[in-house]
């Protein structure tokens, strides 16, 4: 049961990343693609064309930073996952035999009352 919450707590966190993920990448693409439009304004005084380019590197920079965390995360997701789908009949055996002892110990405790 412990391993499940595991996994949900991985998973639900990739989704959240990944649903910050997204957007962002989409300010990013779109704060860039504003520096250059500005940059192509001959008025533009060259202290703005610098500031909209900063702008776009710090959505850059923030970008890699939730990528990271979001590779980080899918990466011991699926180490986990290939673990227990290497180990799964060792696994239900072992989950097998502590459902039988719990039956068991219950019997006994029952039995005892």
């Not at 504003?34 to 005084?45: D, G, P, Q």
């Not at 970008?63 to 997701?77: E, G, N, Q, T």
Request: proline share 1%.
């Amino acid at each position: 049961m412990v391993d499940n919450d595991r996994d949900d707590c991985f998973l639900k966190e990739i989704v959240v990343l990944n649903e910050i993920l997204t957007p962002l990448v989409s300010s990013y693409r779109l704060s860039v693609g504003a520096a250059e439009e500005f940059n192509r304004i001959a008025l533009a005084h060259r202290k703005d064309v610098e500031d909209a380019i900063d702008r776009a590197d710090d959505l850059g920079h923030l970008v890699d930073d939730v990528r990271r965390k979001l590779k980080k995360c899918m990466k011991i997701y699926f180490s986990e996952l290939d673990y227990k789908l290497e180990y799964m009949e060792e696994i239900r055996e072992k989950a097998a035999m502590r459902e039988k002892l719990n039956s068991k110990l219950n019997k006994m405790s029952e039995e005892k009352k």
